[in-house]
Every structure is written in structure tokens, then in C-alpha cells.
């Protein structure tokens, strides 16, 4: 009994199986970050090769199975049968088996190097190129063209080739945008290449970009975003990252009225400048009229509330557009899959209520530990290398390697205590009375602690930095 019905549920389950491969192969729309997709000449290429190859298998496959089931049923012992006839070399027969997988192998092998070949080619000499520098556990992005530097979101256009020159500033890494192109690894010492053209058909989208070569603790949270858009988006994009820091915020009443100390007028006069350089604060729409007229400090169209006032509610997303000089992928269009859901610890909060000055954050900022670490072009204090440029940190949707939203609470908690949220990172614990987890102290006013209030001051601040 048992023997004729194993068999059979044996192929039932294997049909099951394949059933269920085949039904999840289905649609691409759910798997955004698949590689089969035509969304790049190199993608389109791999998935040529790749369905070239899953055919050619396929037939050989289907072939030696079915052979392979004749001789079994049509050979197989019967009662009675004589011993088969014993056969030593078949010239006709080994010549076959030699030259069919010889030539099946030409098949494969032709498709194979041409692809190779094409993809590892040097990009078009009027390619875009952008720097690729892997830190332990952020991406930093230049584009020498521009005289660009950002972190962790990457703006190329759709129908541009995109040349990457990846080096890494310790380990090695690894860059991939998995729905746009292959990977390739970041060395030590070496730069490496990859290029590829975004469809021109693509426009305005958002992909994830991951490390996909272990780097150390916190490897699994060095994510990045690649924003796909038309080419007048690019240069939107472009012309706002190169101005100088968009820190337009009028001063608090107060101050403005009547400085209490040469302190205050000089900061006063440092925001004054940076406001008044060419299109720092722009009343433009997202897609950016790039000629708005300069707007003199203290006059500022819509940064005196929005930037000077950091809500605190969670999950407050950085002020719309509007107050931006370029051009800026809209949050609102971000796919849920591209929107960092990341816990941040229990424990680990800012007091309520706190109402931000982004005029006071600059001071604060300028003074603390962050300028050792931190570039912000407009702020002469700042410039610091080792962490991500914060010039145009306002403008970005997401910090610390897509691993959290780029709204007020997380950029506080960030600040007060970034080891905390995110394993291994040289970013200290700078919260007052905050445990540092790496340096197993706690954070004092003598080692430069910061308070709530100021946290919060310099959050108003960079939010200001669009
Ligand atoms: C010892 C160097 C160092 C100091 C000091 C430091 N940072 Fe950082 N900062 C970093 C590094 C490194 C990262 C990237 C960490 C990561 O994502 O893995 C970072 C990330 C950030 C980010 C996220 C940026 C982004 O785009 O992802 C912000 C915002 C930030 N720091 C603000 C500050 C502020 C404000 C201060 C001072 C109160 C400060 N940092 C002090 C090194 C430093
Ligand atoms: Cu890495």
C-alpha cells in the first residue's frame, strides 16, 4: 500500500512547490526591491542574460528528465527478462554527449561575455559623475561636476548615465540600488566603477539603495535613498544644493529688536549675510523658480514660523517644499517601502513642550563638539569632515543612513543620543546625563552635555538648513 502511494505524494508536493514559485514570480510592483526590472540599460541587460539563461536551462532541464523517465520505465526490470547486453564505449554516442553541451555551453557563454564586457566597459565620457564614499555606516555623495557634497540621498536624472566612482573612507562596503543596477564592492585604496542609465521614462521616484558587504555593526543600518528625476528637477536640485546654507531664519523679536551682546549682533549679522547670498531663501514652488529675488534676513517668506519653531509632535515631517531653493523629491510621494520605520529605544525622549530657536541653535551649535565633525558651507565654524555634510541637511527625508525620518523628534533623539539609536557609530552621546553605550560614561556639562532646550534649538537650526 504504502509503497505505490509514496511516489504519488511525492509529485504532488513538488507540483505544490512549483506552483507556489511560479505564483510568487508574478508581480514585480510588490517586490520593489527586486532586480528584474527593465528600470536601466544594466538591469535591462542582466534580465536579457538572466531570462536567456533560465530558458536555455529550462530546455535542458525538461530534455534530460524526460529522457531520463523513458529509459527508466522503458528499461526497468520485468519477470522473465534476460540480463542486458553489456556494452564497453559507443563512439557516435560520446562524440554527441561531448559537442551538445559544447555547444550548449557557446549559448551561454556568448550572451555572457557580451554582457560582461558591455556592463564593465567604461561609462560615456559625458556620463554624470558622482563620488561614492562608504563610511562605517553612511553614505557621502559628490558630485564634483557640481561642487556638490550630501549624505545619504542620492538625486541623479532619468535619462542620464550615472558614473560612480566608489571609494571608502575605511572598510569595505558595498553600493547597490537593487531596482536599478548590480553591485559593486568599495575598497580600501581603489576606486572602483559602476555606471548605469536610469530609463528616461522613470521621472520623479524614490529607490533603496543598500551596503551589501558586511562593514561592521551597524552594516544592516547603512541604507541610503536614490531619487530618479527628470533633468529641470536635477538642476533645480542642483542649483539649491550649491547655494550657501539656506539658514534665512529671522531672529526672535527680541533679538532682532536690540542685541543684548556682541555675541548676539554677530551672529545676527553671520545669519544676515548667509540669507542675503544668491538664492538662499527663494519663495519658489518645489519645481523651483530658479530667479526668485533675494529675500533680505528678517524678511524671509514663511521661515520665520516654519524654521524657527520645531514642532515636537512624532513624526512631524520637515516643512513642505515650499521654503526650499531647489528642487526636493516631495516626501508626500514616498512609497511606504522607502519610509524608515525604525523603533527608536524605549527610554530615550525629550522633554515635551519645548519651543525651538533656530537663531539660538546656530549659536549652540557653533559651539559644541559638532563642528569638529560636521561641514555646514556658510557656517565658518563648521568644518568638521568626518560626518555627513549638514549644509543642506534640512532638505533631506531621511538621516543616519535611511535608517530614521528626518523629522525634529528624530533629529533630537539623534542628537541627544545616537549611539543609543543606532549601534557602533563615532557620533558621541551628547544628551546631558545620557549613558554613552560605547564610552560606558555618562555625559556631564563638564564633557560639553547638552540640554533638552538646546537639542531642541539646534534641531530648529538644521531644519532651517534646507
Ligand atoms: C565625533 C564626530 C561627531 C560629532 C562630534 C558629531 N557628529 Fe553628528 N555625525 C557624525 C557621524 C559619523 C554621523 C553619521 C552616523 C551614521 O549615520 O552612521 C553623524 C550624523 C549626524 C546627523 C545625521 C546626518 C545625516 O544626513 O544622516 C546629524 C543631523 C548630526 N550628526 C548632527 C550633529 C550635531 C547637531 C552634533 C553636535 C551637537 C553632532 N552631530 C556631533 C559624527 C559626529
Ligand atoms: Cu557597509
Known amino acids: 500500500m504504502t509503497r505505490i502511494h509514496r511516489p504519488r505524494r511525492l509529485a504532488l508536493l513538488a507540483l505544490a512547490g512549483v506552483a507556489a514559485l511560479a505564483l510568487a514570480a508574478c508581480s514585480s510592483a510588490d517586490y520593489p526591491n527586486s532586480i528584474f526590472t527593465k528600470n536601466s540599460d544594466t538591469n535591462t541587460d ?38 542486458p547486453e553489456h556494452v564497453h564505449g559507443n563512439t557516435t554516442l560520446e562524440v554527441l554527449w561531448t559537442a551538445i553541451p559544447a555547444v550548449i555551453l557557446i549559448f551561454i557563454a556568448v550572451p555572457t561575455v557580451r554582457t560582461i564586457f558591455r556592463t564593465q566597459a567604461k561609462a560615456r565620457p559625458n556620463a554624470l559623475t558622482v563620488e561614492v564614499i562608504g563610511h562605517q555606516w553612511w553614505w557621502e555623495f559628490r558630485y564634483p561636476e557640481y561642487k556638490i557634497t550630501t549624505a545619504n540621498e542620492l538625486y541623479i536624472p532619468a535619462g542620464r548615465t550615472v558614473n560612480f566612482e566608489l571609494k571608502t573612507a575605511d572598510v569595505i562596503h558595498s553600493f547597490w540600488i537593487p531596482a536599478l543596477s548590480g553591485k559593486r ?15 528616461s521614462a522613470l521621472g520623479a521616484q524614490v529607490w533603496n539603495g543598500h551596503c551589501a558587504e558586511y562593514c561592521g555593526t551597524s552594516h544592516a543600518n547603512m541604507k541610503f535613498r536614490a531619487y530618479t528625476v527628470t533633468a529641470e528637477q536635477f538642476d533645480s536640485w542642483v542649483r539649491g544644493q550649491q547655494a550657501v546654507a539656506a539658514f534665512g531664519a529671522a531672529p526672535s523679536p527680541a ?104 537663531t539660538r541653535g546656530q549659536q549652540v551649535y557653533s559651539r559644541s563638539a559638532c563642528i569638529g565633525c560636521h561641514f555646514i558651507n556658510g557656517n565658518p565654524s563648521s568644518m568638521g569632515q568626518l560626518g555627513p555634510n549638514l549644509t543642506h541637511v534640512g532638505s533631506r527625508h531621511t538621516i ?64 532651517a538648513l534646507k
Open 46 to 83: 542582466i534580465g536579457h542574460l538572466f531570462n536567456r539563461l533560465f530558458l536555455f536551462g529550462t530546455i535542458v532541464f525538461v530534455l534530460v528528465e524526460a529522457l531520463l523517465l523513458y529509459v527508466i520505465m522503458k528499461f526497468r526490470r520485468k519477470p522473465d527478462h534476460p540480463e
Open 185 to 199: 564592492d568599495v575598497m580600501p585604496n581603489h576606486t572602483n566603477f559602476i555606471w548605469f542609465t536610469p530609463d
Open 255 to 358: 533679538q532682532s529688536a536690540a542685541p543684548t551682546s556682541p555675541g548676539d549682533s554677530a551672529a545676527a549679522r553671520a545669519t544676515a549675510s548667509q540669507a542675503g547670498a544668491p538664492a538662499a531663501v527663494t519663495p519658489s514652488s518645489a519645481a523651483g523658480s530658479q530667479q526668485a529675488p533675494t529675500v533680505p534676513a528678517g524678511a524671509a517668506p514663511g521661515a520665520a514660523p516654519g524654521a524657527a519653531g520645531a514642532q515636537l509632535a512624532a513624526g512631524t515631517p520637515n516643512a513642505p517644499a515650499a521654503t526650499t531653493a531647489g528642487y526636493v523629491f516631495p516626501v508626500e510621494n514616498m512609497p511606504l517601502h522607502t519610509r524608515p520605520q525604525t523603533p527608536t529605544p524605549d527610554g530615550l525622549s525629550i522633554a515635551a513642550g519645548l519651543q525651538g530657536d533656530a
Open 400 to 463: 543616519a543612513g535611511g535608517l530614521f525620518p528626518n523629522d525634529a523628534r528624530h533629529l533630537a533623539l539623534w542628537i541627544k543620543n545616537a549611539r543609543w539609536m543606532k549601534p557602533g557609530v563615532s557620533m558621541p552621546t551628547l544628551g546631558l546625563n545620557q549613558r554613552d553605550p560605547i564610552m560606558k560614561s555618562t555625559v556631564t556639562k563638564a564633557t560639553g552635555g547638552l540640554s533638552d532646550q538646546e537639542i531642541v534649538d539646534i534641531v530648529a537650526y538644521l531644519q
